[in-house]
C-alpha cells in the first residue's frame, strides 16, 4: 500500500510540472487528499487506537519550539540544545532512561505510564484531525485530576509525545518524587525564556 501511494505521489508530483495541467496539486485533488499521499509517503499513521495500540518505550526525550516566533528565540536551534541537554541530565538523574519507562496504550481507551515499579492507569481520547492524545489520570487516586494534551507523531515502529514544558516538567517531579529538585528549578526558569515550547518523549514499540 506504501509502495502505491508512493507511485502516485512522484506521479502527482509530474504532473503538476507540467504546463497541460497548470493546476495546482491542491486545486486538483484538496488538501485533505494530499495530505493522506504525503503522510502515507512519510510513513506517518492516524492518530487511532489500531495505530497506537501497544507497548511503546522511552528511547529520548523530544524537544519543540513551536510558534511564530522562533525568530524572536535568539538562536533557538542552540537553545534547544541547551534544554535538551539539561533535561538529559535530569531525566537520567531522576531514573527516567530506556527500560526503566514506558507507555501502554489498549484498544479500549485506557493506558498506563509505566515508571520503574510504578503503574498509573488512565484513559485516553484521540483526536485523528488533531494529531494529539488526551491523557487522564483520573483512574489513579494521587493523580486524580491529572490530564495531559500531547501533541503525537506515530509510525509503525515509532511514536513521539510533545507536551507543554512547564505541564511535563510538573508531571515528572510528581512520579519521581523530585518535586522541588534543584535542577527542577533551573529547568523550570530556563523552559520560561520560551515561548511554545514542547518537551516529551520519543518511544519505540516494543517487540512482543
Known amino acids: 500500500m506504501k509502495f502505491f501511494y508512493l507511485v502516485l505521489a512522484v506521479f502527482l508530483f509530474s504532473l503538476c510540472g507540467t504546463r497541460a495541467y497548470g493546476q495546482s496539486l491542491e486545486n486538483l485533488f484538496g488538501k485533505d487528499n494530499l495530505k493522506k499521499v504525503a503522510d502515507a509517503v512519510a510513513g506517518q499513521l492516524d492518530i487511532a487506537p489500531k495505530n497506537i495500540s501497544g507497548q511503546w518505550e522511552y528511547s529520548g526525550m523530544a524537544v519543540s519550539l513551536g510558534g511564530d516566533n522562533k525568530l524572536a528565540n535568539a538562536a533557538s536551534d542552540l537553545a534547544l540544545g541547551s534544554i535538551e541537554e539539561k533535561l538529559g541530565e535530569y531525566l537520567a538523574k531522576a531514573g ?113
Not at 532512561?97 to 509505566?114: C, H, I, L, V
Not at 487522564?136 to 515509532?158: I, L, W
Not at 520560551?194 to 514499540?205: A, E, I, P, W
Open 96 to 208: 527516567i532512561a530506556e527500560g526503566s519507562f514506558s507507555y501502554t496504550f489498549n484498544d479500549d481507551g485506557s493506558f498506563a505510564t509505566n515508571y520503574k515499579k510504578l503503574k498509573l492507569p488512565g484513559k485516553y481520547t484521540f483526536s485523528t484531525e488533531d494529531k494529539s492524545l488526551e491523557l487522564d489520570y483520573g483512574m489513579n487516586e494521587k493523580f486524580r485530576g491529572v490530564a495531559m494534551h500531547a501533541q503525537v507523531s506515530v509510525t509503525a515502529s515509532g511514536m513521539e509525545l510533545l507536551f507543554s514544558a512547564d505541564k511535563i516538567l510538573d508531571f515528572i517531579g510528581k512520579i519521581t518524587s523530585s518535586v522541588g529538585d534543584s535542577k527542577l528549578g533551573e529547568l523550570d526558569n530556563l523552559i520560561k525564556k520560551y515561548d511554545s515550547l514542547k518537551v516529551g518523549f520519543k518511544l519505540v514499540r516494543s517487540a512482543e
